[in-house]
């Protein structure tokens, strides 16, 4: 089945570091790629999708590009603030008759000032 | 304001006492569904609804109910709820589907059940 593979956090990082959160999948077919963030006591927001392979998805600073050839989409900001601080969930939608999103365990990131 | 809403927020109860977890969106959305949210597990999928009187499993229905009887409404029912129940559920909308159209889902603020 589907399954998507997250680095382990917590991930601590000064504010304005680079930020690089791993993320690979297995899936059957062409999945559509997801970077959803958590901030504290809130639901899951998107923050960004890919929809084919070599796609860059991009919103407020954060990216990540579809690679097909290693089954990645990995998170990258060149600069990170306080604010980053969330929860951040790698999540896959491929064919087959279940529609849903299937999550990576999520990575925790704190960035101090 | 375009929102999914959950109630109760917070929640604690005995085990074997039903209960149900309310989700409304006002999106005129077709999709909805159901997640239980669990430390080093990430997010799993309870049911979901493709639209109104349709619903299906998804990968942990096993002492979960829903209906939908509206297509705004979308409530989770624990028949008799145990203590591996205690979890945060976050209910979940889309317009079409998160597979048909890719589109993006938006999530309630969660409901954190205690179950004793």
């Known amino acids: 089945g589907d399954s998507v593979t997250q680095m382990e956090g917590p991930v601590t990082l000064s504010e304005e570091a680079f930020l690089t959160i791993n993320c690979t999948y297995t899936a059957t077919g062409y999945p559509s790629l997801f970077w959803y963030v958590q901030y504290p006591g809130e639901g899951l927001q998107l923050l960004l999708k890919a929809t084919k392979a070599d796609d860059k998805g991009s919103n407020k600073g954060f990216e990540a590009t579809y690679r097909k050839e290693t089954t990645s989409f990995h998170l990258e900001k060149g600069s990170v603030q306080v604010s980053d601080s969330a929860v951040y969930f790698c999540a896959l939608t491929s064919g087959g008759s279940n529609y849903k999103l299937t999550f990576g365990k999520g990575t925790l990131l704190t960035v101090n000032p | 304001e375009a929102q999914v809403t959950q109630n109760p927020r917070y929640l604690i109860t005995v085990t074997g006492k039903k209960l149900t977890v309310t989700c409304s969106q006002n999106?005129?959305?077709?999709?909805m569904s159901w997640y239980r949210q669990d430390p080093g597990l990430g997010l799993r999928q309870i049911y979901y609804?493709?639209?109104?009187?349709?619903?299906d499993k998804g990968d942990v229905p096993e002492g979960y109910k829903v209906s939908r009887k509206e297509k705004r409404n979308f409530p989770l029912i624990l028949e008799s709820p145990s203590p591996n129940q205690t979890s945060l559920y976050f209910c979940?909308?889309?317009?079409?589907?998160?597979?048909?159209?890719?589109?993006?889902?938006?999530f309630g603020s969660g409901t954190q059940l205690s179950v004793l």
């Open positions: 979940a909308s889309s317009l079409r589907g998160a597979r048909t159209t890719n589109e993006k889902l938006f």
């Open positions: 999106m005129n959305h077709e999709y």
């Open positions: 609804s493709m639209n109104v009187e349709v619903t």
